[in-house]
């Protein structure tokens, strides 16, 4: 299975020849020998099967759900054909509904978004069964900074929409004269009334995108 687009080669070969990942690669190879860990390993970078040069949004999630059989390898989005419904992406739903319209993804599946250019981006890209957080502080943060730095540095007129802590804290990387930034609280159900309900991330997105030339997300 390919694990990443011919775009990302120079991004990710120079991380992969980093000191700090080559340790979180050695901690992945025991995590995934000894226990379960989501996504499945040949969905980790699947972020990545987006083209780099066709990329006009970019979220930032957290880590991945830690619910068996959901995590897929794209921020927020179930796998396809599954029965749970992650809280988080219900409340993105309810607020597309009331952004732009009933949203077209019934099932969960994102791969829609990431097909018109939406990098959907984990902080965190793996972690363990049943233990939210449970990979945080082995590197990955690193890895998704850089990330977005180059990102930055490389393309011009993305929009990054940065939902919770984890990803607004990547707002200081962003040069809001080239990019659009849009912030607010996470869509998780402790949080989603603190400013996420009410935001209009999805039509301000296309708003942006339209005013640059850019076709807008259908979502």
Excluded at 45 to 74: C, E, S
């Amino acid at each position: 299975m390919k694990c990443f687009d011919e775009s990302w080669r120079v991004f990710l070969e120079e991380e992969f020849s980093k000191a700090y990942f080559r340790k979180l690669a050695d901690f992945l190879h025991g995590e995934y020998e000894k226990k379960t860990i989501f996504p499945e390993k040949d969905s980790v970078f699947r972020a990545f099967l987006t083209d780099l040069n066709k990329i006009k949004v970019v979220i930032l999630g957290q880590d991945p759900y830690h619910t068996p059989g959901v995590a897929d390898g794209l921020a927020f989005s179930v796998k396809k054909g599954g029965k749970y419904m992650a809280p988080s992406l219900l409340n993105i739903y309810k607020e597309i509904d009331a952004d732009v319209g009933k949203h077209l993804n019934p099932d969960g599946d994102l791969s829609s978004w990431q097909e018109q250019g939406v990098l959907l981006l984990n902080n965190v890209l793996t972690v363990e069964a049943h233990k939210a957080g449970s990979h945080r502080g082995k590197g990955w943060e690193i890895f998704s900074k850089n990330c977005v730095e180059y990102l930055n540095r490389n393309r011009e007129n993305l929009v990054f929409i940065l939902w919770g802590r984890d990803a607004r804290s990547k707002k200081v990387l962003i040069d809001q004269e080239r990019h659009l930034v849009l912030e607010s609280a996470h869509p998780s159900p402790l949080s989603a009334h603190n400013g996420f309900f009410g935001s209009r991330p999805f039509s301000k997105t296309n708003e942006y995108l339209k005013s640059k030339g850019l076709e807008e997300i259908k979502w």
